[in-house]
Protein backbone atom coordinates (compact mmCIF):
# COMPACT_ATOMS: atom_id res chain seq x y z
CA UNK A 1 0.00 0.00 0.00
CA UNK A 2 1.63 3.64 -0.74
CA UNK A 3 1.53 6.29 1.42
CA UNK A 4 -1.51 7.99 0.15
CA UNK A 5 -4.34 6.91 -2.28
CA UNK A 6 -5.93 8.59 -5.18
CA UNK A 7 -8.54 7.34 -6.45
CA UNK A 8 -10.63 8.09 -8.86
CA UNK A 9 -13.66 6.10 -9.40
CA UNK A 10 -15.37 6.75 -12.50
CA UNK A 11 -19.09 6.05 -13.52
CA UNK A 12 -20.23 2.58 -14.04
CA UNK A 13 -16.77 1.39 -13.74
CA UNK A 14 -18.24 -1.63 -11.26
CA UNK A 15 -20.36 -3.50 -13.92
CA UNK A 16 -23.49 -2.18 -11.51
CA UNK A 17 -26.73 -2.31 -13.45
CA UNK A 18 -27.17 1.30 -14.42
CA UNK A 19 -29.95 2.49 -12.07
CA UNK A 20 -27.38 1.53 -9.27
CA UNK A 21 -24.39 3.02 -10.79
CA UNK A 22 -26.35 6.02 -11.56
CA UNK A 23 -27.32 6.10 -7.61
CA UNK A 24 -23.70 5.15 -6.49
CA UNK A 25 -21.99 7.43 -8.75
CA UNK A 26 -23.61 10.99 -7.74
CA UNK A 27 -22.31 13.60 -6.93
CA UNK A 28 -19.58 12.99 -4.05
CA UNK A 29 -17.02 14.44 -2.02
CA UNK A 30 -13.68 13.99 -0.79
CA UNK A 31 -13.82 11.25 1.52
CA UNK A 32 -10.16 11.81 3.76
CA UNK A 33 -9.40 9.12 6.72
CA UNK A 34 -7.41 6.77 8.32
CA UNK A 35 -7.23 3.26 7.08
CA UNK A 36 -4.39 0.58 8.62
CA UNK A 37 -2.31 2.96 9.02
CA UNK A 38 -2.61 4.87 5.48
CA UNK A 39 -4.12 8.22 5.16
CA UNK A 40 -6.28 7.95 2.72
CA UNK A 41 -8.22 10.42 0.10
CA UNK A 42 -10.70 9.62 -2.72
CA UNK A 43 -13.48 11.01 -4.38
CA UNK A 44 -16.48 9.00 -3.72
CA UNK A 45 -20.86 9.63 -3.21
CA UNK A 46 -21.27 10.43 0.24
CA UNK A 47 -23.92 7.16 0.77
CA UNK A 48 -20.88 4.75 -0.79
CA UNK A 49 -21.15 1.71 1.78
CA UNK A 50 -17.26 1.43 3.34
CA UNK A 51 -17.84 -2.20 2.78
CA UNK A 52 -17.42 -1.22 -1.15
CA UNK A 53 -14.58 1.09 -0.87
CA UNK A 54 -12.63 -1.58 1.12
CA UNK A 55 -13.11 -4.28 -1.08
CA UNK A 56 -13.69 -2.97 -4.62
CA UNK A 57 -11.77 0.37 -4.35
CA UNK A 58 -8.84 -0.34 -1.86
CA UNK A 59 -8.89 -3.82 -2.91
CA UNK A 60 -9.09 -4.78 0.87
CA UNK A 61 -10.76 -8.16 0.65
CA UNK A 62 -10.56 -9.88 3.97
CA UNK A 63 -13.38 -7.95 4.75
CA UNK A 64 -16.03 -9.65 3.81
CA UNK A 65 -19.54 -8.96 1.91
CA UNK A 66 -22.35 -11.54 3.06
CA UNK A 67 -25.68 -10.23 4.35
CA UNK A 68 -25.58 -6.27 3.61
CA UNK A 69 -28.01 -5.81 6.11
CA UNK A 70 -26.17 -5.77 9.30
CA UNK A 71 -26.87 -8.94 10.87
CA UNK A 72 -23.71 -11.75 10.00
CA UNK A 73 -20.80 -9.45 11.29
CA UNK A 74 -18.73 -10.74 8.26
CA UNK A 75 -18.45 -7.44 7.42
CA UNK A 76 -17.09 -6.16 11.08
CA UNK A 77 -14.08 -3.27 10.92
CA UNK A 78 -12.92 -0.43 13.61
CA UNK A 79 -13.76 2.53 13.24
CA UNK A 80 -11.77 4.42 15.96
CA UNK A 81 -11.19 1.55 17.80
CA UNK A 82 -15.09 0.15 17.89
CA UNK A 83 -16.54 -2.69 16.00
CA UNK A 84 -18.83 -1.68 13.07
CA UNK A 85 -20.50 -3.30 10.16
CA UNK A 86 -18.91 -1.81 7.15
CA UNK A 87 -22.24 -2.56 5.12
CA UNK A 88 -24.18 -0.61 6.92
CA UNK A 89 -21.51 2.60 7.47
CA UNK A 90 -21.88 5.12 4.34
CA UNK A 91 -18.77 7.04 3.06
CA UNK A 92 -20.07 10.36 5.09
CA UNK A 93 -19.45 9.02 8.25
CA UNK A 94 -16.27 7.87 7.65
CA UNK A 95 -14.34 11.05 7.78
CA UNK A 96 -11.53 12.11 9.72
CA UNK A 97 -11.63 8.47 11.38
CA UNK A 98 -9.32 5.73 11.89
CA UNK A 99 -10.09 2.32 9.93
CA UNK A 100 -8.57 -0.82 10.74
CA UNK A 101 -9.70 -3.52 8.84
CA UNK A 102 -8.61 -7.56 9.09
CA UNK A 103 -5.56 -6.81 6.80
CA UNK A 104 -4.40 -3.82 9.16
CA UNK A 105 -4.16 -6.39 12.40
CA UNK A 106 -1.63 -8.56 10.97
CA UNK A 107 0.42 -6.04 9.15
CA UNK A 108 3.62 -7.02 11.26
CA UNK A 109 2.81 -10.45 11.18
CA UNK A 110 -0.15 -12.94 12.63
CA UNK A 111 -2.35 -10.87 15.46
CA UNK A 112 -2.35 -12.58 18.66
CA UNK A 113 -6.07 -12.88 18.71
CA UNK A 114 -5.48 -14.55 14.98
CA UNK A 115 -2.91 -16.68 16.27
CA UNK A 116 -5.06 -18.11 19.05
CA UNK A 117 -8.06 -18.73 16.32
CA UNK A 118 -5.23 -20.42 14.33
CA UNK A 119 -4.17 -22.52 17.36
CA UNK A 120 -7.27 -23.16 18.97
CA UNK A 121 -9.18 -24.34 15.16
CA UNK A 122 -11.96 -21.10 15.50
CA UNK A 123 -12.54 -21.49 12.01
CA UNK A 124 -13.16 -23.88 9.49
CA UNK A 125 -14.24 -22.38 6.35
CA UNK A 126 -12.82 -19.08 7.31
CA UNK A 127 -15.72 -16.81 5.56
CA UNK A 128 -16.57 -15.24 8.91
CA UNK A 129 -13.36 -14.98 10.78
CA UNK A 130 -11.89 -11.59 10.11
CA UNK A 131 -15.36 -9.97 11.89
CA UNK A 132 -14.99 -12.43 14.38
CA UNK A 133 -11.14 -11.60 14.77
CA UNK A 134 -11.92 -7.99 14.64
CA UNK A 135 -14.79 -7.87 17.23
CA UNK A 136 -12.53 -10.28 19.92
CA UNK A 137 -10.08 -7.60 19.47
CA UNK A 138 -12.24 -4.82 20.11
CA UNK A 139 -13.48 -6.28 23.17
CA UNK A 140 -10.17 -6.97 24.42
CA UNK A 141 -9.00 -3.82 24.08
CA UNK A 142 -11.73 -2.71 26.17
CA UNK A 143 -11.94 -5.29 28.49
CA UNK A 144 -8.63 -7.67 28.78
CA UNK A 145 -10.92 -9.59 31.21
CA UNK A 146 -14.37 -10.37 30.19
CA UNK A 147 -16.66 -12.64 31.52
CA UNK A 148 -17.52 -15.28 29.25
CA UNK A 149 -21.12 -13.57 29.18
CA UNK A 150 -19.33 -10.46 28.06
CA UNK A 151 -17.19 -12.76 25.32
CA UNK A 152 -20.89 -14.07 24.21
CA UNK A 153 -22.48 -10.49 24.42
CA UNK A 154 -19.27 -9.45 21.88
CA UNK A 155 -19.51 -12.05 19.84
CA UNK A 156 -23.80 -11.52 19.54
CA UNK A 157 -23.51 -9.39 15.93
CA UNK A 158 -20.95 -12.19 14.53
CA UNK A 159 -22.44 -15.30 12.71
CA UNK A 160 -20.68 -18.84 11.74
CA UNK A 161 -22.77 -21.24 9.67
CA UNK A 162 -19.65 -24.06 10.61
CA UNK A 163 -17.94 -24.73 13.80
CA UNK A 164 -20.68 -24.46 16.70
CA UNK A 165 -19.07 -21.46 17.96
CA UNK A 166 -16.67 -24.02 20.65
CA UNK A 167 -13.49 -23.33 18.46
CA UNK A 168 -13.87 -19.90 18.23
CA UNK A 169 -14.90 -20.05 22.25
CA UNK A 170 -11.38 -21.47 22.80
CA UNK A 171 -9.93 -18.99 20.87
CA UNK A 172 -11.28 -15.98 22.92
CA UNK A 173 -10.32 -17.60 26.47
CA UNK A 174 -6.99 -18.36 25.06
CA UNK A 175 -6.42 -14.90 24.00
CA UNK A 176 -7.32 -13.94 26.97
CA UNK A 177 -5.13 -15.64 28.77
CA UNK A 178 -2.34 -15.06 26.60
CA UNK A 179 -2.52 -11.20 27.64
CA UNK A 180 -4.19 -9.46 24.71
CA UNK A 181 -5.42 -6.03 25.32
CA UNK A 182 -2.89 -6.07 28.37
Known amino acids: MSDNYELDIKENQSGLAPQQAARDTGAGFTLSCNINGQEVSTEVPPARRLLSILRED ?80 ALLEENPSPSQEEVEEALSGNICRCTGYGGILRAVNKAIESGVGR
Open 58 to 137: LELTGTKRSCEIGRCGACMVLIDGRPVNSCLTMAYQCEGTEITTIEGLSEAGLHPVQRAFLEEGGFQCGYCTPGMVISVV
